[in-house]
């Protein structure tokens, strides 16, 4: 286990990275931000470094003396195919010279369509171009493991919800935005099949988990719910949110349409896949492991309702994730 005198760096401080880093100045352990942007607000214990991981050398002063490196950093969609690798090295590189352990946040693209119940075992076999570069730093990053350059441990999770999360998910801020100004929600795929959603408080606690477990490697399924289809997840959010239910479907040729005009849309595209069969995720490793359950999905719907009402209600200027 880690101690509280414990340096642990966190490189990225997006919706799950910054949840990440208050989780482990709550465990007492010092803490070093590292992103492009701004520092994070100031607190004791926190550190921040300023810059570009796919720079070696700098990843490599970023990372000097932690004991383990959370890899939370996710680039725009649109970003993948330029910065998603170099990121990733980076960030193996910065933790094997450090000597550190690796956790690092992944997700579920590389196994390709699925329709069974995913587990840690399932065939890489990706369908995407996303899924590909995904499935390729997997490979690299356990290949490094397994020459003993460094400790890797991957926390795979589905696609995210709850307060905080705002990009690349069906249920984001351009959810949010809309419902509450009285539109429809918007989904893509088949709204009434099963579909995993990682509550993100539970994606964030699940790499704190396998990174102050020094036994914890390989590939892990963070906590997730079991499945709900997006129709009842909505629903759920809908009533908290005191909203009627509206939803429409954006079939693939509109978002292939709406992504001439947009990039981000662009690249979203190739992804509805993953709502066009039954897309089911087995965390049981690691509740067998660990020990816990992911948050309900009814009790998840609520803590980001509230959250949602206050960020994104007409008039309201959004606060900071």
Known sequence: MTTSNTLSVVLGAGQIGSRVAQLLLARGQRVRVVRRGPAPTAAPGLEHARGDLA???FAEEACRGAAVVYDCTNPAYDQWHTRLLPLGRGALHGAATAKARLVALDNLYPYGRVERPMTETTPVAPCSKKGELRAQLARERLEADARGDVKV???RASDFFGPGVTSTSIFGERFYRRVLSGQAGEYMGDADLPHAYS????VAQGLVTLGTNEGAGGVWHL???PAESTRELATRLFAFLGRPVKLTRLPNLVLKTM???SPLLREVAEMTYQWETPFLLSDAKFRARFGGAATPLA??????AR???????PGVTRQAA
């Open 153 to 155: 441990a991957l926390g």
């Open 259 to 261: 992504g001439l005009f």
């Open 307 to 313: 959250w949602a009402l206050e960020a994104y209600s």
């Open 299 to 304: 009790s998840g719907a609520q803590v980001t």
């Open 223 to 225: 906590p997730t719910a």
């Open 55 to 57: 720079d070696l050398r």
């Open 199 to 202: 509550f993100g408080e539970d």
